[in-house]
T-cell receptor, first 116, second 110 residues
């Protein structure tokens, strides 16, 4: 089966600019996650969707970050305006569902963002 | 709050050596525990998991046992290969939240 797809793979922007990342999860996976992984750290969960509803966004900096999953399939994560500290790899993951206890997440290759 | 503390690296071992990467956790309730691996240039992959106390997860020769009494989930492998060179992440899931450790880089030399 096809894995989690993300684009772009790399992005370089200047601070105060805007950027958007796209994720297409594995077909049939109801749950989608966005993580931020700063160099030398583990992934930090930003937001979790179940179908097209938000399950948890407690660690999403809502003043500049936004995410949507309008049709319950693919998702976009946006940063506006970007700051230097947003430089990181943004990972998308999906899983079948959280309700059945199937917590195995499948990760995409990530988008490496550099803010200059 | 909930968290994962992972052994710092980098770790360098000779081929066929024994591997242990320590992981301890802090959590309310009864979390599920995971080890993920990230090979160079690739995304994270689930290596093994355990969902309740005393469960042992295993895959590709790696093992980890969910120890509630010591709040630990140490990763072990009896004989590492060059192909095991990667970054290993311990993680826990509690409720809707997932927490990852900082990762341990392993290099296996021939």
């Amino acid at each position: 089966e096809a894995g989690v797809a993300q684009s772009p793979r790399y992005k370089i922007i200047e601070k105060r600019q805007s950027v958007a990342f796209w994720c297409n999860p594995i077909s049939g996976h109801a749950t989608l996650y966005w993580y931020q992984q700063i160099l030398g750290q583990g992934p930090k969960l930003l937001i979790q969707f179940q179908n097209n509803g938000v399950v948890d966004d407690s660690q999403l900096p809502k003043d500049r970050f936004s995410a949507e999953r309008l049709k319950g399939v693919d998702s976009t994560l946006k940063i506006q305006p970007a700051k230097l500290e947003d430089s990181a790899v943004y990972l998308c993951a999906s899983s079948l569902t959280i309700r059945t206890g199937s917590y195995e997440q499948y990760f995409g290759p990530g988008t490496r963002l550099t803010v200059t | 709050g909930d968290s994962v503390t992972q052994m710092e690296g980098p770790v360098t071992l000779s081929e066929e050596a024994f591997l242990t990467i320590n992981c301890t956790y802090t959590a309310t309730g009864y979390p599920s525990l995971f080890w993920y691996v990230q090979y160079p240039g690739e995304g994270l992959q689930l290596l093994l998991k355990a969902t309740k106390a005393d469960d042992k997860g295993s895959n590709k020769g790696f093992e980890a046992t969910y120890r509630k009494e010591t709040t630990s989930f140490h990763l072990e492998k009896g004989s590492v290969q060059v192909s095991d060179s990667a970054v290993y992440f311990c993680a826990l899931n509690t409720g809707n939240q997932f927490y990852f450790g900082t990762g341990t880089s392993l290099t296996v030399i021939p």
